[in-house]
């Protein structure tokens, strides 16, 4: 699968499910539940499912998030950012946290 989705592709690393493209990591700089993480602008939507909204207090303040599972084996990969309620943070909105000890290259 992940071949016909082209080279560089980041999947679950429980099921090897595609989640998202390299071409769509904005920063590795991020911190997850279990160490770090890679913030998206997107992810292979078919392959993802969004749990509910609701308010977390993270390291950078409070926001709106949704876990988000592969669709596959359900294995929490990460959360989206719904909303950040300062304005420094407003540019994850919409955007993904995927933990890098959920996910796992291929065709690298």
């Known amino acids: ?10 999947s679950c690393c ?15 700089a991020f911190q997850g539940r279990n160490g770090r993480a890679f913030l998206f602008s997107h992810v292979i ?3 993802i499912l969004v749990g509910p909204k609701e308010d977390r207090q993270l390291m950078t303040g409070l926001h709106t998030v949704a876990d988000v599972y592969c669709s ?7 959360w989206k950012y719904e ?7 407003k540019y994850k909105e919409g955007k993904y946290i995927l933990e890098k000890s959920k996910i796992m290259k291929e065709d690298w």
């Open 1 to 10: 699968m992940a071949a016909l989705l082209g080279p560089r592709i980041y």
């Open 14 to 28: 429980n099921c090897r499910n595609p989640v998202s493209h390299h071409d769509d990591v904005i920063s590795k």
């Open 45 to 47: 939507q078919i392959n």
């Open 72 to 78: 596959n084996c359900q294995e929490v990969l990460g």
């Open 83 to 89: 909303r950040a309620y300062e304005a420094t943070q």
